[in-house]
Structure formats: C-alpha cells, structure tokens
C-alpha cells in the first residue's frame, strides 16, 4: 500500500487527505509512527510539527 506521500507526490491524491490518513492512522493499531505511516521524513515530520501543514506542503511540493 502507498503511502500518504508517495500518493501526493503522485498526484493521486489532494494535501488535504492528510487528515484522513491520520484519523485512519490514530483509528488503527499500526505500530509505526504517524509520520512513517504517512511516509515522512525526518525534515517532513519537523516542518510538520514545529511549523504548520503549509510548511510540510511546501517541502513536498518541492519534490513533486
């Protein structure tokens, strides 16, 4: 299964499916870390947290 950011940067899916993946994730009784199931990074996951989903946004972005 891909994940959250490997189906973004494919262009499969909106930015906005994060909030799904992540009410999935927080649903589920996966083991990984949210920012693993969502398939982020280490940088990802900080822009995320420390700074607001429009950073994170922008990082991918970046690599599609």
């Given at each position: 299964m891909k994940s959250f950011k490997e189906l973004y940067l494919a262009g499969e899916i909106e930015f906005?499916?994060?909030?799904?993946?992540?009410?999935?994730?927080?649903?589920?009784?996966d083991e990984r870390t949210l920012a693993q199931y969502?398939?982020?990074n280490a940088e990802e996951?900080?822009?995320?947290?420390s700074e607001s989903e429009d950073a994170?946004?922008?990082?991918?972005?970046?690599?599609?």
């Open positions: 906005e499916a994060i909030d799904d993946y992540s009410y999935e994730w927080g649903m589920g009784d969502l398939g982020l996951e900080d822009a995320w947290v994170l946004r922008a990082l991918l972005d970046e690599q599609k």
